[in-house]
């Protein structure tokens, strides 16, 4: 069965930091590339950052020089490391396979604001 568990969200000024973390089912490591994803209110769920087995990265231009995605194998965690956060980041967000999706997890909600 897939689990994808997000953690690590919180309120945070502007120009701050947070760092979520996913515990991701073993067969989804194996498997696919992860990506994080966000979701902001009365938008669609959006790429923020994916990582490929090999961890090739890549990144939505509005991210791009803020956040770091990484993964443990040995853990099956992948995580984003989000810095200089704007009030735009504000979302939930979620991690996933990529390219290919399997079902979501429950995301974690980040909201910057002062």
């Known amino acids: 069965q897939v689990q994808l568990v997000e953690s690590g969200g919180g309120l945070v000024q502007p120009w701050g930091s947070l760092r979520l973390s996913c515990a991701a089912s073993g067969s989804i490591f194996v498997i696919f590339g992860m990506g994080w994803y966000r979701q902001a209110p009365g938008k669609q769920r959006e790429l923020v950052a994916r990582i490929t087995k090999s961890s090739s990265t890549d990144y939505a231009d509005s991210v791009r020089g803020r956040f770091t995605i990484s993964r443990d194998n040995a853990k099956n965690i992948v995580y984003l490391q989000m810095n200089s956060l704007k009030p735009e980041d504000t979302a939930v967000y979620y991690c996933?396979?990529?390219?290919?999706?399997?079902?979501w997890g429950q995301g974690t909600q980040v909201t910057v604001s002062s």
């Open positions: 996933n396979a990529w390219p290919s999706l399997v079902g």
